[in-house]
């Protein structure tokens, strides 16, 4: 039972990333399939990165966690500068964009925001490697549950940025877009203190 709670909590704990870039990035309309692609990256990339993490062991990763989150960082602030960019854009153009829909994000755009914030399960990934050197029938709950919650927060995160805009996109919707941008600047800097 030690185990259930701790496997969960460590999904959880990891998922937040990813709920965090879903709710930054939900504020544009979004059809379920397109949900779901980006919850799916999500969990994918969470998942494959803590596979690495335990698999690849601590000398590959070692070298690679000196500059892992410089590149969540680029990442990241990339596309929070591209929303931003996208935001003033739409100031611009205000007048001309009334009845045209918003499409989503790009697949490219989802899949650096999923690889970006996997990373910190890479870490994590080494940790449980050395942790579960005795218990490996414990590694695929543990991939599953942080594949699981990232999958799922994303869900949740777009749902909740979907209601959000939904009450206050007709009027904010520029706004919400340049404070979705700000929060994913702020997640590339959290990622510089990894």
């Known amino acids: 039972m030690t185990h259930f709670f701790e496997i969960m909590l460590i999904g959880l704990i990891l998922g937040a990333d990813s709920f965090s870039a879903a709710l930054a990035m939900g504020s544009k309309s979004f059809s379920r399939k397109e949900a779901l692609r980006f919850a799916f990256l999500s969990g994918l990339g969470e998942g494959i990165a803590a596979s690495f993490g335990i698999f690849a062991g601590s000398e590959i990763i070692t070298k690679f966690s000196k500059i892992d989150h410089w590149i969540a960082f680029l990442l990241l602030a990339g596309v929070s500068l591209h929303m931003a960019f996208e935001a003033f854009e739409e100031i611009k153009n205000r007048n001309k964009q009334e ?8 697949f490219g755009k989802i899949l650096l925001v999923s690889l970006a914030t996997s990373l910190d399960a890479l870490g994590v990934g080494i940790g449980l490697g ?8 414990l ?5 599953t549950s942080i594949a699981f919650w990232a999958f ?7 749902n909740l940025a979907k209601v959000i805009s939904k009450k206050f996109g007709e009027k904010f919707g520029a706004k919400i877009l340049l404070a979705s941008a700000a929060i994913l600047l702020v997640m590339a800097f959290e990622m510089l203190k990894i």
């Open 152 to 158: 799922f927060l994303t869900i949740v995160g777009l």
């Open 130 to 137: 050395v942790k579960l050197e005795k218990t490996p029938e």
């Open 139 to 143: 590694i695929a709950p543990y991939i």
């Open 99 to 106: 009845d045209k829909k918003e499409d989503f994000h790009s």
